[in-house]
C-alpha cells in the first residue's frame, strides 16, 4: 500500500481539502484510494457528502475497542473514507493518552499486513493536524510514509513559517517533506511574488504543481462534495488530477530506484 501523509504548515492552509480531493482525483484517473482524517477537527467528511450530525469516525470505535475500518464509509462514487469522529474533551483526553504511551498505535493499526496483493496497491491518504500540533504517535507515519506532503500558502504568515518555525525545521528532521503551494491567486502580485521566492528557496522539496485558489471548492465542500464532483471542468479539479498524476509518477520513479539499487 502506498501511503500518502499530509498536513499543512499551519492551519488554515487547505490540507483538508487537499486530503480529500487527492483521494477522488486518484479514483478518476482509475487509481484505488482511500482517506483517512487524523485531524480532531473532523472535516475531511464534509467533502464525501457525510451528514454533518454524524459523528462517527475511527476514535469513537477506537474507544469502543473496535477497529478504524469499521467507521469506514462510502461516498456516492464507492470511494472509501474514515472520519477522525467527535467525543467529548473527556473522551478525547482519555484516547489521547493511550496513543501518547503506544506511538505506534496508529502506523501500525492503519498498515493492512494480511491485505491481498490488489490492496496492497492502494493508496493510503491519511490527514493529520497542521505542523504546530504533530504529537509523537504521529511521528511513526511521518517517517514510515511513502510521501509526506506540507500544505503552505504564498502570504508571509506560511512563509515565515517554514523560515522560522520550529516545527517545520523538526519535522524536517523526522522525514523528506514535499511542499505543496495551495490557493495561489495568479492576479495578485503579492501571491506570485511569494510563489517566485519559494520556487526560488525550495526547488528542490516543492512540488511543481500550482494548486490555484477557485471558487468553486467552497462552493463544492458547502454542497458536501469533493470539487471535482461540484466542478469537474474547474481549474481546481484540473489542478487535482494533475497533482494525482505527479504523486504517481513519482512514487513510481522512487519504487523504480530502489528495486534498481
Avoid at 228 to 249: M, T, V
Wanted: charged fraction near 15%.
Amino acid at each position: 500500500m502506498k501511503r500518502i501523509v499530509i498536513t499543512g504548515i499551519r492551519g488554515g492552509v487547505g490540507a483538508t481539502t487537499v486530503a480529500a480531493n487527492l483521494t477522488m482525483a486518484f479514483h478518476s484517473i482509475d487509481q484505488q484510494a482511500h482517506a483517512i482524517d487524523a485531524n480532531p477537527a473532523n472535516l475531511m467528511r464534509l467533502h464525501f457528502c457525510m451528514e454533518p450530525s454524524n459523528t462517527d469516525g475511527w476514535i469513537v470505535r477506537k474507544l469502543d475497542g473496535e477497529t478504524w475500518q469499521q467507521a469506514g464509509y462510502q461516498n456516492s462514487r464507492q470511494i472509501a473514507f474514515v472520519p477522525f469522529g467527535q467525543v467529548s474533551d473527556d473522551q478525547y483526553q482519555l484516547a489521547l493518552a493511550d496513543l501518547q504511551q503506544h506511538p505506534r498505535t496508529l502506523v501500525e493499526s492503519f498498515t493492512l499486513p494480511n491485505a491481498s496483493m490488489k490492496v496492497k496497491e492502494n493508496w493510503q491518504i491519511i490527514l493529520l493536524p497542521e505542523v504546530s500540533s504533530l504529537d509523537s504517535f504521529h511521528f511513526p507515519l511521518l517517517e514510515e510514509a511513502d510521501l509526506v506532503v506540507c500544505v503552505t500558502r504564498t502570504d508571509i504568515q506560511s512563509y515565515l513559517s517554514l523560515q522560522q518555525g520550529r516545527h517545520y525545521q523538526n519535522l524536517l528532521k523526522m522525514c523528506q517533506p514535499r511542499l505543496l503551494i495551495n490557493g495561489f491567486q495568479p492576479a495578485s502580485p503579492i501571491s506570485r511574488d511569494m510563489q517566485l521566492v519559494m520556487q526560488n528557496e525550495y526547488e528542490r522539496t516543492l512540488i511543481p504543481v500550482l494548486m490555484h485558489d477557485d471558487t468553486a471548492i467552497a462552493e463544492s465542500v458547502a454542497n458536501l462534495a469533493s470539487v471535482l464532483e461540484g466542478a469537474p471542468y474547474s481549474q481546481a479539479a484540473q489542478d487535482y488530477h494533475s497533482l494525482a498524476f505527479w504523486c504517481l509518477s513519482h512514487l513510481n520513479q522512487a519504487q523504480s530506484v530502489s528495486s534498481n539499487v
